[in-house]
T-cell receptor, first 116, second 114 residues
Framework: DTGVSQNPRHKITKRGQNVTFRCDPI?????LYWYRQTLGQGPEFLTY????????KSRLLSDRFSAERPKGSFSTLEIQRTEQGDSAMYLC??????????????FGSGTRLTVV | AQSVSQHNHHVILSEAASLELGCNYS??????LFWYVQYPGQHLQLLLK??????LVKGIKGFEAEFIKSKFSFNLRKPSVQWSDTAEYFC????????????FGSGTRLQVQP
């Protein structure tokens, strides 16, 4: 078990460009979550999947953001037409739906996005 | 909407000192409560959690937390901190509504001086 893997670790992009991040959850986990963390703040919920179904989206997830989990395994988070306010750490986490009480989530190390 | 407040933003302690980090939440219904820790350069890790039962919960590395429902609080404690406890600590709430999103506080940076 290698934990939750996120790629890339760092991404610097110019304003207006599109970026895509990938998250590989723990293989037996069927729930996958995306959070965003800005400096000095705790993580904020963006969206989550159970298997391939996207069950909830936060109001923070504007139309420029889209997340997919096509086969119920890895997930991608795409940001279109990036803005400087999108600069943040994007965190992925996974859990097994019926046993979240036992351990909560497992978080990845995050992708740090810098929009210049 | 629910919110979580951590009033101590930065705490500096000497080794062997006792620690208490405050966490208050605003939600009138049933909640599940968590403390996560983030060591420098590492990912968030679960320290302890409360779902039901004994309001005093024990976690890893000698940490414990007490849920006081009347005060909407879930303070984290450790009787004697070590230099290796230097990290950022986040309190989080999950509503007992089937929704599985966590609401985090803004975190407390703990610095333990040798």
């Amino acid at each position: 078990d290698t934990g939750v893997s996120q790629n890339p670790r760092h991404k610097i992009t110019k304003r207006g460009q599109n970026v895509t991040f990938r998250c590989d959850p723990i293989s037996e986990h069927n729930r996958l979550y995306w959070y965003r963390q800005t400096l000095g703040q705790g993580p904020e919920f963006l969206t989550y999947f159970q298997n391939e179904a996207q069950l909830e989206k936060s109001r923070l997830l504007s139309d420029r953001f889209s997340a997919e989990r096509p086969k119920g395994s890895f997930s991608t988070l795409e940001i279109q037409r990036t803005e400087q306010g999108d600069s943040a750490m994007y965190l992925c986490a996974s859990s097994y739906a019926l046993s979240y009480e036992n351990g909560g989530y497992t978080f990845g190390s995050g992708t740090r996005l810098t929009v210049v | 909407a629910q919110s979580v407040s951590q009033h101590n933003h930065h705490v500096i302690l000497s080794e062997a000192a006792s620690l208490e980090l405050g966490c208050n939440y605003s939600y009138g219904g049933t909640v599940n409560l968590f403390w996560y820790v983030q060591y420098p350069g590492q990912h968030l890790q679960l320290l302890l959690k409360y779902f039901s039962g004994d309001p005093l919960v024990k976690g890893i590395k000698g940490f414990e937390a007490e849920f006081i429902k009347s005060k909407f609080s879930f303070n984290l404690r450790k009787p004697s901190v070590q230099w290796s406890d230097t990290a950022e600590y986040f309190c989080a709430v999950m509503l007992d509504t089937g929704r599985r999103a966590l609401t985090f506080g803004s975190g407390t940076r703990l610095q333990v001086q040798p």
